[in-house]
């Protein structure tokens, strides 16, 4: 079984930055695959960031230049870097693990962008 806990949401206005962190624990072994997945009010979850199996990244359009997915294998740990946030990156900020055939979510943590 295995746990993930998000941190480092919070209210920044336009043009700021936050970082997210996820830990993961529970796994004996480097998760290869984790990423980052956000939801907002009567929308589906979608795709932030994310590791994938092969090692490789990859990012939705409406990102790209302006987060950054990172890890720390021995920790199994991912982070998420956002610069230059928009109103629109607000919403709920998930992430997400698949180990053994499973996938995993964390609680969620909030990110709200003022203009």
């Known amino acids: 079984q295995v746990q993930l806990v998000e941190s480092g949401g919070g209210l920044v206005q336009a043009g700021g930055s936050l970082r997210l962190s996820c830990a993961a624990s529970?796994?004996?072994?480097?998760?290869?695959?984790m990423g980052w997945y956000r939801q907002v009010p009567g929308k589906q979850r979608e795709l932030v960031a994310r590791?994938?199996?092969?090692?490789?990244?990859n990012y939705a359009d409406s990102v790209k230049g302006r987060f950054t997915i990172s890890r720390a294998n021995a920790k199994n740990t991912v982070y998420l870097q956002m610069n230059r946030l928009e109103p629109e990156d607000t919403g709920v900020y998930y992430c997400?693990?698949?180990?053994?055939?499973?996938?995993?979510w964390g609680q969620g943590t909030q990110v709200t962008v003022s203009s």
């Open positions: 997400n693990a698949f180990y053994d055939a499973t996938y995993y």
């Open positions: 529970g796994s004996p072994l480097t998760i290869n695959t």
């Open positions: 590791f994938t199996s092969g090692g490789g990244t």
